[in-house]
């Protein structure tokens, strides 16, 4: 590859270069577009203007570790979520679409207006609560993560998004005050059972944190540890909405319902009609401390 050559020519490069291998064939196009904040209307004016000798260097190094399964979001560090850019780095999940129909989930059922407290357990990057504090400015939001270098990631963002969001180093309700009471918690959780390693993207296993994407029994733990804790944190109204593997459906559902056996359990499919999503609410329902 010579130094002197159009964005598209890199592109044709890049793309002789990972044809065949089992990388995503759409990175190279990925880094060059987000590394610029281009669309691909910019694209079209753009391709055949000359890159620079910095520009050219940064994108071989691209194609190495893009060959080296290094998601194309860690290379440019950042991702696209709900109409916004965020920062991303190896401490946080690549936020993921399924996350982004979450959102409308929560956004249809709480419409603009209703003021609301609201935790994210889990935030990574912060995607879910800047997003929402974004979209529904007049809600009071808290964020959560174990990971510090996660909560650094996610304070940046809200920085950046210019989101007042409230964040706090927490193992799931650990450092959440007792009385504190939440109108909507919300989490995406790690929910891979280490057994099924072996069925995931390399790419995924190598560089996205493991503390995100694992957890213990068949990665149910956390719902586990969530659900008869849930009544101490939730308004009498309050709604617990979250993220689920696409295989746990019953499982979920039956954490849920053991703590609460008389809530409303209503699980949801994405685009794909894989169920992953699930919301609960009336927990109170029947009793006034009935969690198990
Ligand atoms: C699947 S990622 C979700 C990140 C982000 N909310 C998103 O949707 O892209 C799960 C997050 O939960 C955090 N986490 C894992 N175990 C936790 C725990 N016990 N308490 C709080 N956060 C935890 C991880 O550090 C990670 O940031």
Redesign the pocket.
């Known amino acids: 590859m010579s130094n002197q050559m159009t964005y598209q020519e890199a592109l044709n490069w890049a793309s002789s270069c990972i044809n065949g291998k089992n990388v995503d064939q759409n990175a190279p196009m990925y880094v060059l577009l987000m590394s610029h904040d281009w669309s691909t209307t910019d694209w079209l004016m753009h391709r055949r203007e000359i890159m620079s000798n910095g520009e050219v260097t940064f994108f071989k190094q691209a194609i190495e570790r893009i060959l080296n399964h290094e998601p194309a979001q860690y290379i440019v560090g950042k991702a696209p979520?709900y109409g916004r850019n965020f920062k991303v780095n190896e401490n946080?999940?690549?936020?993921?679409s399924e996350?982004e129909e979450m959102i409308d989930w929560v956004l249809q059922m709480f419409k603009s207006g209703t003021k609301l407290n609201v935790l994210?357990?889990?935030?990574?990057?912060?995607?879910?609560?800047i997003t929402l504090k974004l979209e529904r400015p007049n809600w009071q939001v808290t964020a959560?993560?174990?990971?510090l270098d996660?909560l650094s990631v996610a304070r940046w963002n809200a920085q950046h998004l210019q989101a007042a969001v409230h964040f706090i180093e927490?193992?799931?309700f650990?450092q959440i005050e007792a009385n504190h009471q939440f109108d909507l918690i919300i989490?995406?959780?790690?929910?891979i059972g280490t057994d099924e390693i072996k069925m995931m993207d390399e790419a995924v296993i190598m560089y996205e944190?493991h503390?995100?994407?694992f957890?213990e029994h068949q990665g149910l733990a956390?719902y586990d540890?969530i659900a008869p804790q849930l009544y101490q944190y939730l308004t009498r109204d309050g709604v617990f909405v979250a993220?689920t593997g696409y295989r746990q459906e019953n499982s979920v559902e039956s954490i849920f319902k053991r703590s609460y056996p008389q809530a409303d359990v209503v699980t949801k499919h994405d685009i794909n009609d894989l169920m992953r999503m699930v919301m609960v609410r009336n927990v109170f329902n029947g009793s006034d401390s009935n969690a198990n």
């Open positions: 979520f946080v999940l690549v936020p993921e996350t994210d357990i889990g935030t990574g990057s912060g995607v879910i609560g959560s993560d174990i990971s996660a927490s193992d799931l650990e989490s995406n959780p790690p929910y944190p503390i995100a994407l957890a956390i540890e993220e």
